[in-house]
T-cell receptor
Framework: DAGVIQSPRHEVTEMGQEVTLRCKPI?????LFWYRQTMMRGLELLIY????????DSGMPEDRFSAKMPNASFSTLKIQPSEPRDSAVYFC??????????????FGPGTRLTVT | KQEVTQIPAALSVPEGENLVLNCSFT??????LQWFRQDPGKGLTSLLL?????REQTSGRLNASLDKSSGRSTLYIAASQPGDSATYLC???????????FGKGTKLTVNP
């Protein structure tokens, strides 16, 4: 398997523009997670899905952020409008279904977003 | 609210040294604890997962221990090598069993 795939790897955009980040999870994994990593706050969970359904979006910073998972092999994280404080590395991760104590998450390479 | 702390934030050692990285968490009601490695500009690679019922896990030169009652975990690296240089992150499942809360990591440098 190719692992979790994210695109683009780097994105530079101007304040106010719409940004869409994409993720393809590992085939057969039931869970998909979106994280944001910054120097100040470390890694933070934004939202996660189970079988394409959003389960917990309490980490989404504000209404400018939205995430969708239209099918088991694709998810998007959209920021509209983008702001300089959104600059961060965004990671997607997936996890197979299993006993709760054995969930192991597999991370993609991340998308480095810079908003000027 | 679960909080995860990793000390030290950075560590520099000579090649061949054995070392210990520390992780502490505030809520002992966890399902599991994972140690990850992150290389600069890269994603996270899972190193070890310890289930809440386990005390330790080993993989090659790595050994991770878990003491739930005291809210602590350690990652032991034996005979360190320059290739071990990376940031090591600790994460615990908290809230729902699928959710991970991360520490900010320990940046390890192994000098040849």
């Amino acid at each position: 398997d190719a692992g979790v795939i994210q695109s683009p790897r780097h994105e530079v955009t101007e304040m106010g523009q719409e940004v869409t980040l994409r993720c393809k999870p590992i085939s057969g994994h039931d869970y998909l997670f979106w994280y944001r990593q910054t120097m100040m706050r470390g890694l933070e969970l934004l939202i996660y899905f189970n079988n394409n359904v959003p389960i917990d979006d309490s980490g989404m910073p504000e209404d400018r952020f939205s995430a969708k998972m239209p099918n088991a092999s694709f998810s998007t994280l959209k920021i509209q409008p983008s702001e300089p404080r959104d600059s961060a590395v965004y990671f997607c991760a997936s996890s197979p279904y299993g006993s709760p104590s054995s969930y192991e998450q597999y991370f993609g390479p991340g998308t480095r977003l810079t908003v000027t | 609210k679960q909080e995860v702390t990793q000390i030290p934030a950075a560590l520099s050692v000579p090649e061949g040294e054995n070392l210990v990285l520390n992780c502490s968490f505030t809520d002992s009601a966890i399902y599991n604890l994972q140690w990850f490695r992150q290389d600069p500009g890269k994603g996270l690679t899972s190193l070890l997962l310890i289930q809440s019922s386990q005390r330790e896990q080993t993989s090659g030169r790595l050994n991770a221990s878990l003491d739930k009652s005291s809210g602590r975990s350690t990652l032991y690296i034996a005979a360190s090598q320059p290739g071990d240089s990376a940031t090591y992150l600790c994460a615990v499942s908290s809230g729902g069993s699928e959710k991970l809360v991360f520490g900010k990591g320990t940046k390890l440098t192994v000098n040849p």
